[in-house]
C-alpha cells in the first residue's frame, strides 16, 4: 500500500504545472478573455455614442459623448421590432425542439450496429457534408417543390438537421450507451420508439444540450432564409428586420442630395455607426444570456461527440 501511495504521488507532480507554468496559464488566458471581450464593450459603447463624436474621435472603449439615438431610432420601429422578435422567438423554439428530435433519431438509428442500412445511411448524412447541391436546387426545392415560399416553415425546415450535428449524436450514442442496455429493453418487448424516448433520450442530455445550442444559435442569428424565402414583412425575422433598417439608413445617407431637404436632414441627422452596433446588442443580449444555462452540458456533449468513437 505504501509503495502504491509513493508511486501515484510520484505520477501526480507530473499533473501539477509548477508556480512559474501557471502563472503563464492564468496570463494566456486573461489575454483570451480580453481579445474576447474587449471587442464587446467597443461595440456597447458605440452604441452608446453620439454619431456627432464618433465623426471626431473615432472608436472608444468608453463613450466620448453619450447619446441614446440609436436606440431611440431601434424604439421607434417599436411594433414592427416586437412582431419579428415574435417570429425570431418562435422559429428559434420551435425549430431547436424540431432539429434535436430529428437530429438525434437520426443519429441514434445509424449509431445502431445491427441496423442493416446503417451503412447507407452514414454515406448519404455524410456526402453532404463534402458536396452540397448548392443555392438554386435548394431554392427550387424549397420554395416550388415544397411550396415553402412566404411561409413562417421556410425559416425552420432548411436549417433543422445538418450533417454534422447527425455525426456528434451518432459519435456519443455509439460510445456512451451500451448494446446491453438496448438488448435488455428490446427482451422486456419495449418497442424502439419507447426504448429511444425513455431510456435513449433521458441519459443523453450533454449532447441534445449541445445539438439544442448550436441549433438555438444558428435560427437565432439567421437573417438568409428571410432574404431568400419571404416577401411578406410580417414574417421577417429579427435579424432581417433589422438588417432591412440597416440598409434604409444606408439608402438615405447614400441619397440624401437627391432627397428633399425633410429627407435630407432625416439623413443627416440619423444614427448610423451607433446604429449599427445597437443592433448588434440587441441581437447578441438573449443569446448571452441562454448560453450560461447550456454551457455545463455543452462542454461535456462536445468533448464526447468529437474524442470518443
Given at each position: 500500500?505504501?509503495?502504491?501511495?509513493?508511486?501515484?504521488?510520484g505520477?501526480d507532480?507530473?499533473?501539477?504545472?509548477?508556480?512559474?507554468?501557471?502563472?503563464?496559464?492564468?496570463?494566456?488566458?486573461?489575454l483570451?478573455?480580453?481579445i474576447?471581450?474587449?471587442?464587446?464593450?467597443v461595440?456597447?459603447?458605440?452604441?452608446?455614442?453620439?454619431?456627432?463624436?464618433?465623426?471626431?474621435?473615432?472608436y472608444?472603449?468608453?463613450?466620448?459623448a453619450?447619446?441614446?439615438?440609436a436606440?431611440?431610432?431601434?424604439?421607434?420601429?417599436?411594433a414592427?421590432?416586437?412582431?419579428?422578435?415574435?417570429?425570431?422567438?418562435?422559429?428559434?423554439?420551435?425549430?431547436?425542439?424540431?432539429?434535436?428530435?430529428?437530429?438525434?433519431?437520426?443519429?441514434?438509428?445509424i449509431?445502431?450496429p445491427?441496423?442493416?442500412?446503417?451503412?447507407?445511411?452514414?454515406?448519404i448524412?455524410?456526402?453532404?457534408?463534402v458536396?452540397?447541391?448548392?443555392?438554386?436546387?435548394s431554392?427550387?426545392?424549397?420554395?416550388?417543390l415544397?411550396?415553402?415560399?412566404?411561409?413562417?416553415?421556410a425559416?425552420?425546415?432548411?436549417?433543422?438537421?445538418?450533417s454534422?450535428?447527425?455525426?456528434?449524436?451518432?459519435?456519443?450514442?455509439?460510445?456512451?450507451?451500451?448494446?446491453?442496455?438496448?438488448?435488455s429493453?428490446?427482451?422486456?418487448?419495449?418497442?424502439?420508439?419507447?426504448?429511444?424516448?425513455s431510456?435513449?433520450?433521458?441519459?443523453?442530455?450533454?449532447?441534445l444540450?449541445?445539438?439544442?445550442?448550436?441549433?438555438?444559435?444558428?435560427y437565432w442569428?439567421?437573417?438568409?432564409?428571410?432574404m431568400?424565402?419571404?416577401?411578406?414583412?410580417?414574417?421577417?425575422?429579427?435579424?432581417?428586420?433589422?438588417n432591412?433598417?440597416m440598409?434604409?439608413?444606408?439608402?438615405?445617407a447614400?441619397?440624401?442630395a437627391s432627397m428633399?431637404?425633410?429627407?435630407?436632414?432625416?439623413a443627416a441627422?440619423?444614427?448610423k455607426?451607433?446604429a449599427?452596433m445597437?443592433?448588434?446588442?440587441?441581437?447578441?443580449l438573449p443569446?448571452?444570456?441562454?448560453y450560461?444555462?447550456?454551457?455545463?452540458?455543452?462542454?461535456?456533449?462536445?468533448?464526447?461527440?468529437?474524442?470518443?468513437?
Open positions: 500500500m505504501a509503495t502504491r501511495t509513493v508511486y501515484e504521488s505520477l507532480r507530473f499533473n501539477r504545472p509548477s508556480k512559474g507554468v501557471n502563472i503563464i496559464f492564468n496570463l494566456i488566458f486573461i483570451l478573455a480580453l474576447c471581450v474587449v471587442p464587446i464593450l461595440v456597447l459603447s458605440i452604441s452608446l455614442s453620439s454619431e456627432e463624436s464618433i465623426r471626431q474621435t473615432g472608444h472603449i468608453l463613450p466620448a453619450l447619446s441614446g439615438e436606440y431611440s431610432y431601434i424604439a421607434k420601429q417599436g414592427m421590432i416586437l412582431r419579428a422578435l415574435g417570429v425570431s422567438l418562435f422559429v428559434t423554439i420551435i425549430g431547436t425542439v424540431l432539429g434535436v428530435l430529428l437530429t438525434a433519431s437520426m443519429g441514434y438509428v449509431s445502431r445491427n441496423y442493416k442500412l446503417k451503412g447507407l445511411l452514414t454515406w448524412v455524410f456526402i453532404p457534408m458536396f452540397n447541391g448548392g443555392l438554386v436546387s431554392y427550387y426545392i424549397n420554395a416550388n415544397l411550396g415553402l415560399k412566404d411561409t413562417i416553415w425559416l425552420i425546415l432548411p436549417l433543422a438537421v445538418s454534422f450535428n447527425v455525426i456528434i449524436c451518432k459519435t456519443f450514442f455509439k460510445s456512451t450507451i451500451p448494446d446491453g442496455l438496448i438488448e429493453a428490446e427482451i422486456d418487448g419495449a418497442s424502439q420508439l419507447r426504448i429511444f424516448f431510456i435513449v433520450l433521458p441519459i443523453s442530455l450533454p449532447v444540450a449541445t445539438i439544442g445550442l448550436f441549433l438555438c444559435f444558428g442569428n439567421d437573417w438568409f432564409q428571410s431568400l424565402y419571404i416577401n411578406n414583412q410580417d414574417l421577417y425575422s429579427l435579424q432581417a428586420l433589422l432591412n433598417l440598409s434604409n439608413v444606408d439608402a438615405l447614400k441619397n440624401a428633399g431637404v425633410s429627407y435630407a436632414l432625416l441627422t440619423m444614427p455607426e451607433s449599427r445597437a443592433v448588434a446588442i440587441v441581437i447578441v443569446v448571452a444570456f441562454a450560461p444555462f447550456f454551457q455545463r452540458y455543452f462542454i461535456s456533449g462536445l468533448t464526447v461527440g468529437a474524442v470518443k468513437g
